[in-house]
Structure formats: C-alpha cells, structure tokens
C-alpha cells in the first residue's frame, strides 16, 4: 500500500521560511518522480515543483521561482520543498504526489501523478 504523508506546515508569519516534507513508504521511491501542488480555498490545485527520480532534474511553476526549491533523499524515501520569502498568498494546502511512470518532462498537472498524500496545511499571515 503506497502512503505519502507531507509534514512541516503550519502557522507562519509573512517573510519566514518553511521546509516540508513528504515520507513515502510502499513504493520504490527512488523510481518516482515527485512533485508537489497546492490548493487554496475556492481553487483548484496547482502545480508547485517536481523533482526527477535521481534529483537532477527540478521544475517550478513560474510563480514561485526563486523563493520554493525542491528536493529528495532517495535513502530516506523523503522528498522536500523548502518554501522561503514566506507571503501570505502562499497560504493553501500543499500535497506531495508521485509519479510512477518517471514521465520526461517533469508532469506539470495533476494528471501526471498516481499517488498523493493528504496534505498539510501552510497558513501565511501578514
């Protein structure tokens, strides 16, 4: 049975940073890409990052360049995603998802991933 459980969010104020973190188990991790979305109220769930199956490889959505960068330790099964420049737009619940099919490009959507976790709430104030 594949779990992925994300963990790390919270209540954080404006200008911090956050590191997530999403722990698989049940899977090959190493033969997964990873990405992570999130999903504000009223929205629908976006892509973040996705991260290649050694970790070479990284994408982002334009919006949050330079200020979330996204990692893996493929010995501890733990993908990352370090959130800096914290804003309060960035409050939404972020999942970690899973692709088995190591698809190349990174899988920008939702559609491109078979397993997702639950999710962890980041809530940003100002």
């Known amino acids: 049975q594949v779990q992925l459980v994300e963990s790390g969010g919270g209540l954080v104020q404006a200008g911090g940073s956050l590191r997530l973190s999403c722990a698989a188990s049940?899977?090959?991790?190493?033969?997964?890409?990873m990405g992570w979305f999130r999903q504000a109220p009223g929205k629908e769930r976006e892509f973040v990052s996705a991260i290649s199956r050694s970790g070479a490889l990284s994408s982002h959505a334009d919006s949050v360049k330079g200020r979330f960068t996204i990692s893996r330790d493929n010995a501890k099964k733990t993908a990352y995603l370090q959130i800096s420049s914290l804003k309060p737009a960035y409050t939404a619940v972020y999942y970690c998802a899973a692709d088995a099919r190591g698809r190349f490009p990174l899988a920008p959507a939702t559609a491109g991933y078979d397993y997702w976790g639950q999710g962890t709430q980041v809530t940003v104030s100002s």
């Open positions: 049940g899977l090959t991790f190493s033969s997964h890409n």
